[in-house]
């Protein structure tokens, strides 16, 4: 069992058009995060959630809206895509929050054409 | 802003030598990560060091902590051409929930 999951692997869409990313965590874990990875390998947090709870947004653009329905699960839509949003984003999670390891998804490309 | 910065960007070296990476942040830490980013995939945690350790080991890989000069290094031994990947520190502070990772290191082990 893939201890996080995160769908789709690959994502291809026009500009304008909103999306949806999907990811599940099988580990207990209470928190979870969002990761953005650019062309250049740079890894940026974007949000981080705790028992359902937002925790941590990275002064990300309002177009982008996480949503956990359970601690189990950490979604993100993106709204009114633009071609600065093309990149790998990475669900993530740990015990608690607090200082451990993190457990990553296996991240979803999104290109924007 | 950024936390890690890493040094060198790229390495490239012939199997068996010794690959070491190094990592500078900026502000006061609870603990220091190392992760690993083959290709195509997500990132795996390699070995997690806290403020007050100087040093840790698992198994090829040993890790130094320095906080007075804000930084810390990843030494791998006898390479692989399997070692092939990106590493990359990660930093965590005081409030935690925040993980914060450098741009990384790509190594490149020529069989």
């Known amino acids: 069992d893939t201890a996080v999951s995160q769908t789709p692997k690959y994502l291809v869409t026009q500009m304008g058009n909103d999306k949806s990313i999907k990811c599940e965590q099988n580990?207990?874990?209470?928190?979870m995060y969002w990761y953005k990875q650019d062309s250049k390998k740079f890894l940026k947090i974007m949000f981080s959630?705790?028992?359902?709870?937002?925790?941590i947004n990275e002064t990300v653009p309002n177009r982008f809206s996480p949503k956990s329905p359970d601690k189990a699960h950490l979604n993100l839509h993106i709204n009114s895509l633009e071609l600065g949003d093309s990149a790998v984003y990475f669900c993530a999670s740990s015990q608690s929050g607090v200082g451990e390891k993190l457990f990553f998804g296996s991240g979803t490309q999104l290109s924007v054409l | 802003s950024q936390q890690g910065e890493e040094d060198p960007q790229a390495l490239s070296i012939q199997e068996g030598e010794n690959a070491t990476m190094n990592c500078s942040y900026k502000?006061?830490?609870?603990?220091l990560q190392w992760y690993r980013q083959n290709s195509g995939r997500g990132l795996v945690h390699l070995i997690l060091i806290r403020s007050n350790e100087r040093e840790k080991h698992s198994g090829r890989l040993r890790v130094t902590l320095d906080t007075s000069k804000k930084s810390s290094s990843l030494l791998i031994t006898a390479s692989r051409a399997a070692d092939t990947a990106s590493y990359f520190c990660?930093?965590?502070?005081?409030?935690?929930?925040?993980?914060?990772f450098g741009a990384g290191t790509r190594l490149f082990v020529k069989a």
């Open positions: 580990l207990g874990h209470d928190t």
């Open positions: 959630y705790n028992n359902k709870e937002l925790i």
């Open positions: 502000t006061s830490i609870n603990n």
């Open positions: 990660a930093t965590d502070h005081t409030g935690g929930f925040k993980t914060i």
